[in-house]
């Protein structure tokens, strides 16, 4: 029922319109078998995927079946990552993006929870736009969406980085200032709150101090999300693994992140 790929010489090619229906199927969890059938042929288009980059191959994704249907070309799983966690807002795509990290996770092989941008990267069309002003976005976010404030973690970033108080959700409180809005809030701190509460959008954490990396760290944990940097951020050392959507490379030490963040962020010079 859900043909979902075809399999062309060197080339995978996905079909977006038939994955989707896939994934929207289990998101109704209507009938049973056709919940089961989908949930089988998203796991083998995973698994396919899985192969494919094995062999240095590319996979194509074409919106529709036809043969002049608009496609995006995915070079590895990152790559088709980030595409899904552009439109996790969607609990289709959202669940893609679980039953991805779900594989690799058995397999022994997590993906990497980091995903850094360096710089004015644009070589990846289907990545979404940056928020560089993130003081500007937040203030024309906040009202209405003043819920952003009610988490825990959310909380304890702003105890730890600003060394302040959540009082409600209109209110904190500084030992310096006393009560005031949230607008009063470091630059680092919103922009934390911008990433947890919008994991589908890019924004620039270089707005952040390293006092942020920890939280940002924290958060990967429970979200998924890319952030752009335009210097050096100093995350943990030990362990350190991250995506870098620039070189479609996955470091597992620090001293090749410093070696694309100098190199991707003197670029953008």
């Given at each position: 029922?859900?043909?979902?790929?075809?399999?062309?010489?060197?080339?995978?090619?996905?079909?977006?319109?038939?994955?989707?229906?896939?994934?929207?199927?289990?998101?109704?969890?209507?009938?049973?078998?056709?919940?089961?059938?989908?949930?089988?042929?998203?796991?083998?288009?995973?698994?396919?995927?899985?192969?494919?980059?094995?062999?240095?191959?590319?996979?194509?994704?074409?919106?529709?079946?036809?043969?002049?249907?608009?496609?995006?070309?995915?070079?590895?799983?990152?790559?088709?990552?980030?595409?899904?966690?552009?439109?996790?807002?969607?609990?289709?795509?959202?669940?893609?993006?679980?039953?991805?990290?779900?594989?690799?996770?058995?397999?022994?092989?997590?993906?990497?929870?980091?995903?850094?941008?360096?710089?004015?990267?644009?070589?990846?069309?289907?990545?979404?736009?940056?928020?560089?002003?993130?003081?500007?976005?937040?203030?024309?976010?906040?009202?209405?969406?003043?819920?952003?404030?009610?988490?825990?973690?959310?909380?304890?970033?702003?105890?730890?980085?600003?060394?302040?108080?959540?009082?409600?959700?209109?209110?904190?409180?500084?030992?310096?200032?006393?009560?005031?809005?949230?607008?009063?809030?470091?630059?680092?701190?919103?922009?934390?709150?911008?990433?947890?509460?919008?994991?589908?959008?890019?924004?620039?954490?270089?707005?952040?101090?390293?006092?942020?990396?920890?939280?940002?760290?924290?958060?990967?944990?429970?979200?998924?999300?890319?952030?752009?940097?335009?210097?050096?951020?100093?995350?943990?050392e030990k362990n350190f693994k991250a995506y870098i959507v620039n070189a479609d490379a996955v470091v597992d030490n620090y001293e090749d992140y410093?070696?694309?963040?100098?190199?991707?962020?003197?670029?953008?010079?």
């Amino acid at each position: 029922m859900f043909d979902i790929l075809q399999e062309k010489e060197n080339e995978l090619i996905i079909y977006k319109s038939v994955i989707i229906d896939a994934a929207t199927c289990i998101v109704k969890n209507g009938d049973a078998d056709i919940c089961a059938e989908a949930k089988a042929s998203l796991k083998n288009m995973i698994q396919m995927m899985d192969q494919y980059f094995d062999k240095k191959c590319k996979v194509r994704m074409q919106f529709l079946k036809n043969k002049d249907s608009e496609s995006i070309v995915f070079t590895s799983i990152n790559r088709f990552k980030i595409w899904l966690i552009r439109y996790q807002d969607n609990s289709a795509f959202k669940t893609i993006l679980d039953l991805l990290k779900a594989y690799y996770l058995k397999k022994g092989a997590p993906l990497p929870v980091i995903n850094i941008a360096f710089g004015e990267y644009h070589g990846f069309d289907d990545i979404g736009e940056y928020i560089y002003n993130t003081d500007v976005f937040f203030k024309n976010s906040f009202v209405g969406s003043e819920k952003w404030l009610n988490n825990d973690l959310i909380k304890k970033a702003v105890k730890a980085v600003d060394k302040s108080d959540v009082v409600n959700e209109n209110t904190i409180y500084s030992p310096i200032f006393g009560n005031m809005s949230p607008s009063k809030l470091s630059g680092g701190v919103k922009t934390l709150i911008l990433i947890y509460n919008n994991p589908e959008m890019i924004f620039n954490a270089s707005t952040c101090g390293d006092n942020c990396a920890k939280w940002i760290e924290k958060f990967a944990k429970e979200k998924d999300f890319v952030i752009c940097l335009y210097h050096t951020m100093h995350f943990s050392e030990k362990n350190f693994k991250a995506y870098i959507v620039n070189a479609d490379a996955v470091v597992d030490n620090y001293e090749d992140y410093i070696m694309y963040s100098d190199k991707y962020c003197r670029e953008a010079e």
